[in-house]
């Protein structure tokens, strides 16, 4: 299926208003810098900003909330530069704050996903979905299967273990067993599948998770459940940019309008200087960390030896790597226009991308210099 009347601009507004419609406050992503929790070094995930209201505290806004959170994630940076590893990313979520559950949180998330007029258009034929087995935690989902039953045939919901369909943001908070949505990506479908079979399309990416619902009623001390919470949750993720690709026929999140205008800049000087067959990765990788330093620069990150300040300047390093693999030179030439793109193609959804272009273009060619510095002295 491929709706490439959509923008990833159009979705994340689709997205919000959708929400909207069924009673939800909208709120402006956070900052990448948690304000309230030292214990971690970014938002990483939708939920995070939200954690004290889904533990009990009451929001100001009321108990159905949506966003498009800014969330960066280090832990594979490494896999940067495959089809779908991204250091920054967005992630639309929606919540209930012990207010609506399964059946509603279902539905919104099927009815979103294939809704041509309000939704992604995504063709249900290629959707599968996975549900939590049950353990000594939490009872196998049953419910939700008999809700899922209610979108999609029974064939193709999937029971997992906690391994695959247990949420939680790390070890200790708010946690609960999720259903997850996967689209199927093959050319030519992959039809029904058995459990194993369908395991084996997960692992070797003929599926792609599109979005997870957790439902969030458990609480976990040092790794491990304690009890349910105060409140019965519901608490949805789904990465923008990967859906974005599937709704553009893409295989791989670069090639998204997201990447149109820095991917081209950049392409084209590129091309001029490499035929290793290596440069697309390294490309990709440049593309990646470039915007993610200037969200960082954005949020008031600024390079140093530690924390927050340490990843920037390890992204702006690894950049400079990369980049010199491909030109051997100094790269500034190559920066510049990429920074500009991505202040452009952001600058409608966050005002301040276009506040920072020269300032964010300042710190990185700052770092960048540095850098080179010490390679040439060492
Ligand atoms: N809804 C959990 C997540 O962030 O993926």
């Given at each position: 299926m491929k709706n490439s009347m959509l923008s990833s601009a159009e979705i994340r507004i689709r997205f919000?208003?959708?929400?909207?419609?069924?009673?939800?406050?909208?709120?402006?992503?956070?900052?990448?810098v948690p304000e309230n929790d030292p214990s971690v070094l970014f938002n990483t995930a939708g939920m995070q900003p939200l954690v004290p209201y889904?533990?009990?505290q009451k929001h100001p806004l009321g108990n159905r909330l949506a966003s498009c959170q800014k969330c960066v994630r280090t832990g594979d940076i490494e896999e940067v530069g495959n089809h779908k590893n991204?250091?920054?990313?967005?992630?639309?979520?929606?919540?209930?704050?012990?207010?609506?559950?399964?059946?509603d949180a279902i539905k919104w998330s099927y009815e979103f996903l294939t809704s041509k007029e309000e939704g992604l258009g995504l063709d249900p034929e290629r959707l599968y979905v996975t549900v939590f087995e049950g353990d000594e935690d939490a009872p196998r989902d049953l419910e939700a299967v008999e809700i899922w039953k209610q979108y999609i045939p029974e064939n193709r919901i999937y029971f997992l273990p906690k391994k695959n369909n247990w949420w939680s943001p790390g070890d200790n908070g708010p946690c609960?067993?999720?259903t997850e949505m996967f689209y199927d990506v093959t050319p030519d479908g992959l039809g029904e599948m058995t459990h194993n079979e369908y395991v084996a399309a997960d692992e070797d990416g003929r599926v792609v998770e599109i979005w997870n619902d957790v439902f969030m009623q458990y609480e976990k001390?040092?790794?491990?459940?304690?009890?349910?919470?105060?409140?019965?949750n519901v608490d949805t993720g789904s990465g923008l940019e990967r859906v974005t690709m599937l709704v553009q026929g893409k295989t791989n999140v670069y090639e998204t309008d997201f990447f149109d205008q820095a991917r081209s800049n950049l392409m084209?000087?590129?091309?001029?200087?490499?035929?290793?067959?290596?440069?697309?990765?390294?490309?990709?990788?440049?593309?990646?960390?470039?915007?993610a330093a200037l969200f960082l620069v954005s949020d008031g990150v600024?390079?140093?030896?530690?924390?927050?300040?340490?990843?920037?300047?390890?992204?702006?390093?690894?950049?400079?790597?990369?980049?010199?693999?491909?030109?051997k030179k100094t790269p500034h030439d190559i920066i510049l226009p990429v920074v500009d793109s991505y202040a452009n193609v952001y600058g409608e959804a966050y005002p301040n991308m276009l506040d920072v272009k020269a300032t964010?273009?300042?710190?990185?060619?700052?770092?960048?210099e540095k850098f080179i510095k010490t390679l040439t002295t060492v």
């Open positions: 919000l208003e959708f929400f909207k419609k069924r009673g939800h406050a909208v709120l402006p992503s956070a900052s990448l889904l533990m009990g991204l250091t920054f990313f967005e992630m639309l979520g929606n919540w209930s704050l012990g207010d609506y559950f399964k059946e609960g067993p999720d001390r040092d790794g491990k459940v304690v009890g349910k919470l105060s409140q019965k084209i000087r590129t091309m001029e200087y490499t035929q290793n067959p290596e440069y697309i990765r390294w490309s990709r990788i440049i593309l990646d960390h470039l915007r600024v390079p140093s030896n530690k924390d927050q300040g340490y990843v920037l300047r390890r992204l702006v390093r690894r950049t400079v790597i990369y980049v010199q693999k491909i030109y964010g273009y300042e710190v990185i060619r700052n770092e960048v």
